[in-house]
Structure formats: C-alpha cells, structure tokens
C-alpha cells in the first residue's frame, strides 16, 4: 500500500511526535549519550515553545513506560487536581451549570513541570540544565511557528484583544496574530530562574527536586495565585476570577502508579488507570478480539464491517465511561472482564445504534441528567477531525504525542497536553497560561466525574503501551481529546489484525464516532454520527449509511495525528502522521 513516509528502522534509538522540533531534539539528547527518558523530557519542553495552541508548562504530563532493566510497565500521573476551592456550592453561586471551557475557573494544579522532572529524577541521566536547554533556545531566541498557532491566534483575536491584555501583548504583536519567528523571553527568564534556584545546591537528584520546589513552593506558585485573583472572561460569556492558590500547588506532587492492561492473544495492550479514558481502548479491544476472524483490511483499508463494528464497540465502551470512569473507585475488574465482555457484545447488531447504553457494572449505570440537553448541541468545527478552538477560547481536546526508545531497551509513550495559548490568559510575568482541564468535570453531584476539591479530572489523555510475549515492543498514541481512544483502536485494528506495519496502520484511512458526549464544554454528542476519512471508499460509506450511521466525510487525510515506535529483537522502528504536515519521526 502507499505510505507518507517510510517505516524507519535502526539500532541506536528512534523518537516520534507530532512535531520535527521535538523529535529532532529528542534524537539530539540520545546522540549526547542521553537514554530514551532524557530524551522525552527534553523532547517535552520543546513541544511547550512549538505547539503552545496545543501544550504549555503549566499544562499535564502522563505517560507510560518501561526501562531496559524491568519490563514491568508504569505509569506517570502528571496530572493536578481541582483547586481546594473548586467546590459545586462555589460554581453553583456562579449560576453555572457546566464548568467553562476558558478562563480561569476550570485550571488544575499544573502537573507537566513536576511530572517531568520527576521522570527525569528516577530514570534519566542528564542534568535538568542540559534537558531544558533546547527549550529555552527556542524561547530565547525564537521558534518557528507553524501556520495552526498563528490560525489559533486567529480565531481567538478578538477575545485577546477585549478581555486578555496580557495575551494580546504576547500573541498579537502589531494586533496581527504572530507567525514566523516567535519569541517569548518571560518563559525563556522563568525557567532560567528556575535552573538558578535548582542549581544552589548540589548534585543531580538533589536538583531537580530543588526545581521542583522553586515551582509549587516557589515564585512560579506565587505568582499563579496572585494572577488567579483577578477576573477573566471565558466562554460562559461573564468575568471569573480563578481558584487557583500556591497551596494547591505545595499540596501537590507528581507520582507513578499502576497501569490497567489487558490480554488480547499473544499480545498485552497497557493504559493508563480509570481515572482517565485510557480503558475505554482496553474495553474495545476486547469487544472486537471476538469479532476477530470478521475484521479485514484490503490494501491498507478497513472493511464497511470492519469499520461498523468498531463504531459500535467505541459506543459501548464510552458509554461505559461516562458511567463509571473517574478519580475514585473504578470497577475495572468487572468492566474488563470476560463475562461483562461477553454481555456487552450481545449487544452489537448489524445496524447502527442511536442510544448512550452503559452496563451495569457495579449496580445500576447512572448517566449525568444534563445529557438529553446536550444531545445534538452543534458547536463550531463540531464534526472535523481535529478538535477546534471556538471564539471565547475554548478548546475541544487538542494536544501532542511522542514515544521514544533506545538500544537499551527503555520504552517511553507520553501524552503532554494543557495550558493552551488560547485558552487562558497569558500570566505575564511567567509567559505561560494555565490549564482548562477542570471543564471535564461534571458538576451535578454523586457520579464517578463529579466534581470535588483536589480531585483530579477524568482525562482523555491517553499513551499507549503493548507488550508481545511478555516483550515491551510498541509505544503510541495521539492527541485528539475523546478521539484519541478511537484512533488508537484503528491503529491497533490495522497492527494487529490488518498486518500493517507502523507507518501504514498510521496511513490507514480512520475513523471515530461523537455518539457520547464530549469531554469538552460544551459537552454536546451526536448518537449516530460517524466522521470518517474518505479513503475508506464510497461504497463503504454509503454501506455504513445504509446501515443507520450519519457519516460525515471529513476529507481524504484529516482524522488521527499518530505516531509510534516499536522494538523487536533489537531492532528500533519508528513512525509518524503525515496529517497536519508536522509530525515526524527520526531514528538511527
């Protein structure tokens, strides 16, 4: 079949993300005698200064990983909670009954500095000085911007220009959204004082985790709390101040925990815990394993049936989601297990399901009230495949991707996201905005995602890991927001049960549903609604709409910004999407 770019295959190390500046600087950190984790975090901070429309530092970091020394998988939880003060009583006064997707309100706790350097601490080997370094030329000294940052800035121009000054004088110089070579020394002098305050005392170890206290204890808290303080307009159409306190931030640490994974034949597919969407793929995955000898791909592309199954597993298992996943007590035993499986499948037919049908995993599902409200709420770009920003600011799940692997054998896929340009204002002396995560909450009360004070969100941030025959062998993933989870499954449908290698299951046309609702405000979902690419053939679709689907055809490459690497018998391989015109992979 015809792919973008060759598989890259090598011996030394191979990096993959969704832009070359950050795969060029992660291959720069393993040729310096860096190891795969260094790598990552230094291909990290890169993304911050290059994507800022799509993560920033104040934004979240998990990720999945794997060491030469231990194939035992982990994950990381550089994802903040709510704010101590980020109470259903305090929105309820607001007269809110979502939570806005801009502003202040909805900030977390950032997690991305303290995820990184904590993964740095423990499994790198470079100096936090040497890793922050390449971000910090790019912040010094000026980034090349791609045409989507300056199309952000764009659409969110006037919203800068009335209500956030401090974006404004950043992102619009001259009052013309900035493109070419962008500069932004206030992040370039935050995190230079930031290494000054890590370097007082000595040894590696000793400062990072200084590093790390410069910022929640530090000047970076100071000055998030004192900026919180002031109001904002977001897209709820009224100024807020935000809840955000240097408490919050002190209170708070990055950890590791242990992944959900399950069995699918020889191969062991591992994602992050229920408190994120990240088990929806293993739900799917499972879901289709019995429709396995029914899945088929014929020069690269899905078949109608194929596709159909898959939109119907995807439904059944962010129905699941909605009703049970959260920061608390999933029944991952029961949703993930073979007899719940099996109930759940019964439930595929040949036609298109127009219904939101959770199971009963732990007793009767409950679904949010607000839902039917939301049923077929159309917002703007509603059904394209990359998440839009609309005019207040919001930002319907956008983010970055890389996975990283070296000779030794250490594995890493990572999903930074949050603290987007565009999505809350610019806090000045710092030159980063905070996060908008907190608008995945739900504020009506008694659900898994409901929200409380230091709880985190239920996220849809979502790196992938797969071992074969007990073997680590593939990182990926992709941004995407409620997406991710389905252009994943087309990845691992083409992988493994298409026989297509990295760049040609990435290649493949794809697909997703937005029959449940989004994570993202204004939360609307279309039950029937299927966004496809239009590779996969007009007979296909026309059969997909025959059998009850609303297909939209979002064009020939428009769906997924995947990317991946794997490892086999020593040899490194490594690919990338060619959608969107920046993402790469690099390797030797």
């Known amino acids: 079949m015809f792919t973008t770019r060759p598989e890259l295959a090598g011996t030394f190390g191979m990096v993959a993300s969704t832009h070359w500046l950050a795969s ?121 911007l791609v045409s989507r940052v300056s199309d952000t800035i764009g659409a969110v121009a006037g919203l800068f220009t009335e209500h956030w000054p401090t974006s404004a004088a950043l992102w619009l110089p001259d009052g013309k959204p900035a493109s070419g070579l962008q500069k932004n020394p206030a992040l370039a002098d935050t995190w230079e004082r930031l290494l000054r305050e890590a370097e007082a005392v000595p040894g590696r170890e000793a400062q990072i985790d200084a590093g790390r206290r410069a910022w929640s204890q530090g000047f970076v808290a100071e000055a998030i709390e004192e900026f919180s303080r002031t109001a904002f307009r977001d897209d709820s159409g009224r100024d807020h101040a935000g809840l955000l306190t240097g408490d919050d931030l002190a209170s708070w640490s990055a950890t590791y925990e242990e992944p959900a994974f399950v069995d699918v034949d020889d191969w062991r597919l591992v994602k992050m815990g229920g408190w994120t969407q990240g088990p929806a793929l293993l739900q799917q995955a499972l879901l289709l394993h019995g429709f396995r000898d029914e899945l088929s791909f014929v020069d690269g592309v899905a078949s109608e049936r194929t596709v159909h199954l898959a939109t119907e597993a995807a439904k059944l298992a962010f129905a699941d989601r909605e009703a049970w996943y959260g920061d608390t007590d999933v029944p991952l035993d029961v949703l993930l297990s073979p007899s719940y499986t ?98 995945m909450f739900w504020l009506e009360q008694g659900l898994p995602n409901s929200l409380a004070p230091r709880k985190r969100p239920r996220i849809t941030l979502s790196p992938s890991l797969a071992l074969r025959d007990g073997v680590p062998t593939l990182a990926f993933g992709t941004p995407g927001g409620d997406q991710q989870d389905q252009w994943q499954l087309c990845f691992w449908l083409a992988h493994v049960y298409g026989g297509l290698n990295l760049q040609e299951s990435i290649d493949a046309p794809a697909w997703h549903t937005t029959a449940f609702p989004s994570s993202f405000y204004p939360r609307s979902w279309n039950p029937r609604e299927l966004v496809v690419e239009s590779r996969l053939g007009k007979s296909t679709l026309d059969g997909l709409r025959a059998r009850g689907h609303e297909v939209v055809d979002a064009g020939d490459w428009a769906l997924g910004r995947l990317s991946a690497v794997s490892r086999t018998d020593g040899l490194l391989r490594a690919s990338a999407n060619a959608r969107g015109m920046q993402g790469y992979a690099a390797g030797r």
């Open 24 to 144: 060029a600087t992660g291959m720069a950190v393993l040729e310096d005698g860096g190891n795969a984790f260094d790598a990552a975090v230094a291909a990290g901070f890169v993304l911050q200064v290059a994507e800022p429309h799509l993560c920033g530092p104040a934004g979240q970091v998990p990720g999945l990983f794997v060491t030469a020394d231990d194939p035992t998988p982990r994950a990381l939880a550089g994802q903040g909670p709510s704010p101590a003060g980020a109470t259903p009583e305090h929105f309820a006064s607001l007269g809110l009954d979502l939570i806005p997707g801009s502003g202040l309100l909805p900030a977390t706790v950032p997690g991305a500095w303290d995820g990184w350097l904590l993964l740095l601490r423990d499994y790198g080997t470079k100096s936090l000085r040497t890793v922050l370094s390449y971000a910090i030329g790019y912040a010094r000294n000026g980034v090349p």
């Open 342 to 439: 099996d109930s759940r499948r019964a439930l595929i037919t040949d036609t298109a399901s127009d219904s939101l049908r959770p199971g009963d995993a732990r007793g009767p599902a409950r679904l949010p009230a607000i839902l039917d409200s939301l049923r077929g709420v159309r917002v703007e770009g509603g059904a394209t495949g990359e998440p839009t920003v609309g005019p207040q600011g919001q930002t319907r799940g956008d983010t970055v991707h890389l996975d990283v692997v070296d000779a030794a054998g250490n594995l890493v896929s990572l999903t930074p996201s949050g603290g987007w340009l565009q999505s809350s204002p610019t806090i000045p002396s710092l030159g980063f905005c905070l996060d908008s995560r907190g608008q």
